[in-house]
Nanobody, 119 residues
């Protein structure tokens, strides 16, 4: 089993910044992808930023240039630095990890952390 512990959400004014953290622990011998998704009220969950299996980064178009994903492999932790936040960035942000184990892929989600951006 894999545990994902997220932190760093909160309330911020538009134009402000927040940094999210997600620490993975447990049976994580081979992490394939690690990243962030978000879900706003009444909307589907969407990709925000992710490290691919090859180590590259992918970002949603709407966050490019404002958000930066980074990671500390030694701590199995992924971060999301969010700058120039907009009201439309308000959502619950979820950490997501894909682990390869015995040639099978297992997907895990964090509990979610609320990010609220006020006008």
């Amino acid at each position: 089993q894999v545990q994902l512990v997220e932190s760093g959400g909160g309330l911020v004014q538009a134009g402000g910044s927040l940094r999210l953290s997600c620490a993975a622990s447990g049976n994580i011998f081979s992490i394939s992808t690690m990243g962030w998704y978000r879900q706003a009220p009444g909307k589907q969950r969407e990709l925000v930023a992710v490290f691919t299996s090859g180590g590259a980064t992918n970002y949603a178009e709407v966050v490019k240039g404002r958000f930066t994903i980074s990671r500390d492999n030694g701590k199995n932790t992924v971060y999301l630095q969010m700058n120039s936040l907009k009201v439309e960035d308000t959502a619950v942000y979820y950490c997501n990890v894909l682990v390869i184990r015995n040639d099978f892929a297992f997907e895990y989600w964090g509990q979610g952390t609320q990010v609220t951006v006020s006008p």
